[in-house]
């Protein structure tokens, strides 16, 4: 083969390499934008607000109420507020497992646990009980991921070098070039934990089979 077919030949593969998938998929001029999204979807409410996916039912709401207490300190969280008249019990926000943090449980997944270790987040976890119609109780584990997010450092000249991976925030709120405010650094809800909910459910459950058993 001549070195003029090799190259066309290298040639053709880069550009169909280069080209992808683009060439054949239909483009849609009245497709929704991606940056399109519902504003509150950004808010820890939002998601709190949503279904839960799992249950662990009981006769006892002293058993559930012992059992998320023991259960959520279990898997590394800290106990933020208790209602014990409406059920609640919530915690305070935790910034999320290294792959090296072998002795802390607030991830269920590897998955979860990928998604940890490349970005900064944080979990903060709803455990509520609530009382059915037959006089039986109810919880439902709900765990919301936050992320982190700081905007870019300016850095014009040497002396700010310094400071451009500094923890410490000189300037909380900034402002763009129309003059609206923007925060500097924040943390967002993204999503459910839907993981490490079945993984709350499943110590509970376990715990309150455990007290039957012993009674």
């Not at 269920?108 to 940890?116: G, N, V």
């Not at 900034?174 to 839907?194: C, H, L, M, S």
């Not at 490490?196 to 012993?214: I, K, P, T, W």
Request: aromatic fraction near 12%; charge should be neutral; include cysteine.
């Amino acid at each position: 083969m001549s070195s003029v077919m090799i190259r066309s030949l290298l040639c053709s593969v880069l550009c169909c390499t280069l080209a992808g998938c683009f060439v054949f998929q239909p483009v849609d001029p009245n497709a929704k934008r991606s940056t399109a999204v519902d504003a509150n979807r950004a808010y820890s409410e939002y998601w709190f607000n949503q279904p839960a996916v799992v249950k662990v039912e009981s006769s006892s709401f002293d058993v559930l109420w012992d059992a998320c207490e023991r259960v959520a300190r279990d898997c590394s969280f800290a106990i933020d507020r208790t209602d014990y008249r409406t059920g609640l019990l919530t915690t305070q926000p935790l910034v999320s497992k290294q792959f090296f943090e072998f002795w802390m449980h607030d991830i269920a997944s590897l998955h979860e646990q990928t998604q940890s270790d490349l970005n900064t987040l944080r979990r903060v976890a709803h455990f509520q009980i609530r009382k059915l119609d037959d006089g039986s109780y109810v919880y439902e584990p709900k765990v919301v991921i936050e992320r982190y997010s700081m905007a870019e450092r300016r850095i014009t000249n040497v002396i700010q070098y310094r400071d451009a991976f500094s923890i410490n925030h000189s300037v909380v709120e900034d402002r763009n070039e129309e003059g609206q405010p923007v925060r500097q650094f924040y943390w967002y809800a993204e999503r459910r934990d839907e993981a490490m909910e079945r993984a709350l459910a499943d110590r509970v459950r376990g715990y309150v089979q455990a007290m039957a058993s012993a009674k």
